[in-house]
């Protein structure tokens, strides 16, 4: 018998990440599905959808390489519309989910999609431990500040005193700040963009992607028909971009003030970004003597066979 | 019962007692004997009341002991307690401890080792009263000079002898000072592996090639992990503890989902925060293996002590209906193999595979002749791009109904995997309102592939004479308990009881059990949980009732001395 009993993963043909210069270029359209976004009309889903296959292809990204994430909730619907591996998992469930697969195939470029109420609601635990861990993973939250899929009842970020069909009095607690939190659980990618602003998005959404480590973007993305206070309008009449104002990101402490502003005044942007912190697949020790789990021979040698028995005698 | 021969150590939390009495049964299992050893304990770091139950002889030792021959008592509780359950004497240190007279059994002595004159260190009085013990049994001193000498390679040389020289002391006194107590073991030449059921699990695990094993810490299902975390990285596999069990599910999930063969284990409560993403693996048709290791429940319960009470909670974790396969073995070497063809089977059928374990059968640790690590791999079906035409559907409507997969990463495959119903493309209908056929096209398509899966699992099998009196059934740690009992009650070639344990859980093997129970003479259940679960799944699926049972909840495994009452009591009934 041979010294390696099984020389490959059994898999027919293992996964390889197609090199960049051999990358067709690839339109915006190619990313799209032949499935029809469900949304509601002018929903700001959308344009997350269209800045993310934007940002994609300006990458020159191929759809094979990408698994994309989500929850449940109308934004987490995405990837049936963008075409890529995807997994519509649980209702804030994502970020673990995706965790798995980018540990056991570090070659894929994974995205997670989702809500507010998903992702700072019922996943805010996994969030901030997903956070932590820094895996080269890009985080869009669809934040509209209210639960849209299932008609319109308060999320983590509702703003105090706005009234929703489970708030009938309107919010009487203090909404999750997703910025700061992100910063202070050692995000070393922190931004923010809004859906009437698509080109700046896809740009802030391709630089998350190339970042080595974790990124979030949270997008404001109007709920149309639930959300009546946070409207395109709205923020329009507030946000402006950081990189306008001299905003340097490598700046933790201004990243901490600016993820405090809100009123008058929204900043939109690139707030933090720190690219010295390896990531954790740089130093899981496994993942570092051994590469891809997904490319390993399965089974064990006659001499590792022989040395776990030896533990037992 | 037998010609065992039993040695308890007790004493508080944190007095070195597991380590003691493992040292113990790593000795004989080097010594050609077999051993079974149980510890009861509680969940706290130090003080409580720990007893480490072992026995061991020339033919293999079923279960733990209702008495021991020699207790090694560490602390004044344990003398207190345990020593009236010692038939030939009681070891402890004379300097800290008093050992009444009448506190003994007839026939029984008190074996008091001066452990500040024998030991330089009285931190060492387990190893002095080790070195007593291979006096007093007649074991040969030098096998447990080799342990000690390996266990402490690492301290240096200086180290090493000096435990050697305690243990030697102790060796000494025994032999100038204490009786013979007529014990002797008569030793083989056959080394045998010496192991836990957890130990079992992971390194089925390994075996099997899995490369992705997350878990949130919780007993007794922990030392799968303990295992596991330092063997990662020299196997390739990856370890990640999660935040909490949804994580640790969720987590192996995903890797299940990118190609790698996954694993979690937990406890009954961290299994109830799995329950939603087993539904999530059965949807997805993501190949995963759960290990539950049960213990007493509800809530907190008993953290340390064993139990059989998650058996509904397995079946029907989750909402609504979708395939899925349950195991729960019976023995070390099945836990092993088990866990090998869990992963096979989760991969051939893309279901959640739940292997249901108790704290007894995880915990205890047992002697094994031998297992083969070479185990067979079989990953299931993939699909080749373009093989039907352009279009990929990843959850091809087949005849087993399993679909040819794919994995993230592979060229012209893309899809999307949804928790949500959907077609066999993957895409979802369940907003559409009215597709009743697809709905029912793919629910048919998904539990198929339990009709399969029931002709793929082991058939129970029948042990012991056909026509015997009484049909003990049992599952999980049980299994040893009645084959102890078939041994005492069929001695001389008596027909008195056989035995139906049940491993194959899910899909229930209902056509066998049928067959046996509908025949047999007097039937009995013996678990360890209230309700009689298994009792009451055997009746739902065969519709028979076992009208005799065996129940124990007070978290302590089954007895021998008790379980014999029992079997005679409902014999003569
Ligand atoms: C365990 C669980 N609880 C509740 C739900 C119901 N549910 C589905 S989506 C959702 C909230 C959606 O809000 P958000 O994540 O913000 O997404 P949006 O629809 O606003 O895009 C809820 C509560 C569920 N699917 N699963
Ligand atoms: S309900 Fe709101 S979030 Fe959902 S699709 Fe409509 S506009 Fe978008």
């Known amino acids: ?313 | 019962m037998s010609n065992a021969f039993n040695l308890w150590v007790g004493g508080a939390a944190g007095d070195g007692i597991a380590s003691c009495g493992e040292t113990f049964i790593k000795i004989c299992a080097r010594l050609g004997l077999h051993a079974y050893a149980y510890n009861s304990y509680q969940s706290v770091i130090r003080g409580g009341h720990v007893l480490f139950q072992t026995s061991v002889g020339p033919e293999k030792v079923w279960t733990q002991s209702d008495d021991c021959d020699i207790l090694i008592a560490l602390n004044q509780d344990t003398i207190d307690r345990e020593s009236r359950d010692a038939r030939k004497g009681v070891l402890f240190n004379a300097d800290r401890f008093k050992l009444e007279d009448n506190s003994l059994r007839p026939g029984a002595r008190s074996l008091g080792l001066p452990i500040f004159k024998l030991s330089p260190n009285p931190l060492m009085q387990n190893t002095v009263a080790l070195g007593a013990l291979m006096k007093l049994t007649g074991l040969p001193f030098e096998t447990l000079a080799n342990l000690l000498r390996e266990t402490f390679k690492k301290k240096g040389e200086q180290i090493q002898e000096a435990n050697v020289q305690v243990a030697k002391s102790g060796y000494d006194y025994a032999a100038q000072n204490f009786p013979d107590l007529g014990i002797s073991i008569p030793t083989g030449s056959k080394r045998r592996l010496i192991m836990s059921g957890n130990q079992a699990y992971a390194v089925g695990a390994l075996a099997a090639g899995c490369k992705f094993y997350s878990a949130y810490p919780m007993t007794p299902a922990s030392s799968i992990m303990h295992y596991l975390a330092p063997k990662g990285p020299r196997y390739g596999m990856v370890f990640k503890q999660a935040e909490d069990e949804i994580a640790a599910l969720n987590m192996a999930i995903g890797a299940g989902h990118a190609g790698v063969r996954a694993m979690t284990g937990t406890s009954g409560g961290g299994f109830s925060l799995m329950t939603e993403a087993v539904g999530l693996a059965a949807m997805i048709e993501a190949p995963v293996v759960i290990v539950e290791v049960q213990r007493g429940g509800p809530s907190t319960g008993l953290p340390t002590k064993t139990e059989q009470g998650d058996l509904f909670q397995v079946l029907g974790a989750s909402q609504g209906e979708y395939p899925k396969i349950v195991i729960a073995p019976l023995t070390l070497e099945d836990a092993f193999y088990t866990t090998a063809e869990a992963f096979n089977l989760a991969e051939k059928y893309q279901c959640p595979v739940i292997i249901l374990s108790d704290l007894l059968l995880s915990e205890h640790q047992e002697t094994v002749d031998g297992l083969d690590l070479n185990v067979k791999i079989d990953r299931g079906v993939w699909a080749k791009p373009k093989e039907n035409g352009d279009e990929f559907k990843r959850y091809l409507d087949t005849d087993t109904g399993v679909s040819p997969r794919a994995i993230p990463g592979q060229e012209g495959m893309a899809y999307v995997a949804g928790s949500d119903e959907h077609d066999e493309k993957g895409e979802l209908i369940s907003d559409v309102a009215t597709d009743p056929h697809t709905r029912n096209k793919m629910m048919n398509k998904r539990m198929r592939k339990m009709e399969y899966a029931a002709r793929d699992l082991k058939p129970p099998i029948l042990e012991g004479p056909k026509d015997a009196e009484l049909t003990l059934v049992g599952w999980g740690s049980s299994y040893n308990m009645m084959k102890r009992m078939m041994t005492a009650f069929n001695q001389n070639g008596q027909n008195r009881i056989n035995i139906l344990p049940l491993r194959t859980i899910w899909p229930f093997p209902w056509k066998e059990v049928s067959e046996v129970l509908y025949r047999s003479r007097k039937a009995m259940i013996m678990e360890a949980n209230y309700t009689a679960q298994m009792a009451r799944l055997i009746r739902q699926e065969t519709g028979f009732f076992i009208p005799h049972r065996w129940l124990k909840y007070d978290g302590e495994p089954f007895y021998p001395g008790s379980t014999y009452q029992k079997i005679e009591e409902v014999l003569k009934a």
């Open chain 1, 1 to 313: 018998m041979s010294e390696v009993k099984q020389e490959t993963t059994h898999l027919f043909c293992v996964p390889e990440r197609t090199p960049l210069s051999e990358h067709k270029p690839l339109t915006p359209t190619d990313f799209k599905s032949d499935v029809k976004p469900d949304w509601c009309p002018s929903c700001g889903d959308f344009g997350v959808l269209t800045s993310l296959q934007k940002a994609c292809s300006a990458l020159g990204l191929q759809p094979k390489d990408i698994l994309t994430v989500s929850g449940i909730g109308c934004s987490s619907n995405l990837p049936g519309f963008f075409k890529t591996y995807g997994m519509h998992t649980l209702h804030g469930r994502a970020l673990p989910v995706a965790t798995g697969a980018k540990l056991a195939n570090p070659d894929l470029t994974v995205i997670i999609t989702g809500g507010d109420g998903d992702g700072y609601g019922i996943g805010v635990g996994h969030f901030l431990h997903t956070v932590r861990r820094n895996l080269d993973l890009t985080y869009i939250v669809m934040d509209n500040q209210i639960y849209g899929l299932t008609t319109g009842q308060a999320s983590a970020t509702t703003e105090k005193g706005v009234k929703t069909k489970s708030t009938p009095e309107g919010v009487i607690e203090t909404p999750v700040n997703p910025m700061a939190l992100a910063l202070v659980s050692g995000a070393t990618f922190v931004a923010r963009t809004f859906s009437g602003e698509p080109n700046h998005m896809a740009e802030v959404m391709a630089k998350a992607i190339q970042h080595k480590g974790f990124s979030l973007v949270d997008c404001f993305s109007p709920c149309v028909t639930y959300n009546k206070i946070n409207t395109y309008t709205w923020f329009k009449q507030r946000v402006y971009k950081l990189e306008e104002k001299g905003h340097d990101p490598k700046n933790f402490s201004q990243a901490m003030t600016k993820a405090f502003e809100w009123g008058e005044h929204i900043p939109l942007g690139v707030f933090y970004e720190n690219t010295e912190v390896p990531t954790y697949e740089d130093l899981d020790p496994t993942i570092q003597r051994f590469g891809p789990a997904v490319k390993q021979r399965l089974g064990l040698t006659e001499k590792e066979q022989a040395e776990i028995l030896e533990g037992f005698l």
